[in-house]
């Protein structure tokens, strides 16, 4: 089945204790991104990936990392987190662009930082 | 710039019709539109990219105007599995990024 998966799917965690959640699709799209979605604001660009190798920041990339060495992953990483950065995540696929294909969005990462 | 929806929320009983609009100030790009159930991730709708451009079926359509600056998200007879929380997804030239609007919360009741 293609799809994209989000690990793990609820994690509460304190003030400054690194973390990481893992993104994986099965579909060999190139491009990938990551959105936090905070209530009224919707979902806002953390950071996004053309291919392997290539990533850019989004609207929000303060505060976190992400890398791309295969196609099929894009971890994102938290390497102080802190109570602001309690959201909800999604990571998200598409076949080329992003902006001019469909979007393939994760289950969702509910993050809660003490 | 984060495209503005309008409205923020809307009820509507089985039947009747809504529409939804996504406004920038800038020439987009694209528009994307999704639907995000409560609990859920967001579904891929439509994606309009020229302007002037119409898209969808009889029960849900979009369009993009000619100015590519506002698209409108057409819901005709609206079923109780319409309810949800839509969002319009901008994409600009020069980049790609995909900036999101706030959502539109859609409550249909029977």
């Known amino acids: 089945e293609a799809q994209v998966t989000q690990n793990p799917r609820y994690l509460i965690t304190v003030t400054g204790k690194k973390l990481t959640v893992t993104c994986s699709q099965n579909?060999?799209?190139?491009?990938m991104s990551w959105y936090r979605q905070d209530p009224g604001l919707g979902l806002r660009q953390i950071y996004y990936s053309m291919n392997v190798e290539v990533t850019d920041k989004g609207d929000v990339p303060e505060g976190y990392k992400v890398s791309r060495k295969e196609k099929r992953n894009f971890p994102l990483i938290l390497e102080s987190p802190s109570p602001n950065q309690t959201s909800l995540y999604f990571c998200?696929?598409?076949?080329?662009?992003?902006?001019?294909?469909?979007?393939?969005f994760g289950p969702g990462t509910r993050l809660t930082v003490l | 710039q984060q495209p503005v929806q309008s409205p923020q929320a809307v009820i509507l009983r089985e039947g009747e019709d809504a529409v939804i609009n996504c406004s920038s100030s800038?020439?987009?790009?694209?528009v994307h539109w999704y639907r995000q159930k409560h609990g859920e991730a967001p579904v891929f709708l439509m994606i309009?990219?020229?302007?002037?451009e119409q898209k969808g079926h009889e029960k849900i359509s979009a369009s993009f105007n000619e100015k590519k600056q506002q698209s409108s998200l057409y819901l005709t007879a609206s079923q109780l599995s319409y309810s949800g929380t839509y969002f319009c997804?901008?994409?600009?030239?020069?980049?790609?990024?995909?900036?999101f609007g706030a959502g539109t919360r859609l409550f249909v009741k029977a």
């Open positions: 800038k020439a987009l790009y694209s």
């Open positions: 579909m060999n799209h190139e491009y």
């Open positions: 998200a696929s598409s076949p080329r662009t992003g902006y001019t294909d469909t979007q393939y």
């Open positions: 309009l990219l020229k302007g002037g």
């Open positions: 997804g901008t994409g600009n030239t020069g980049g790609f990024k995909t900036i």
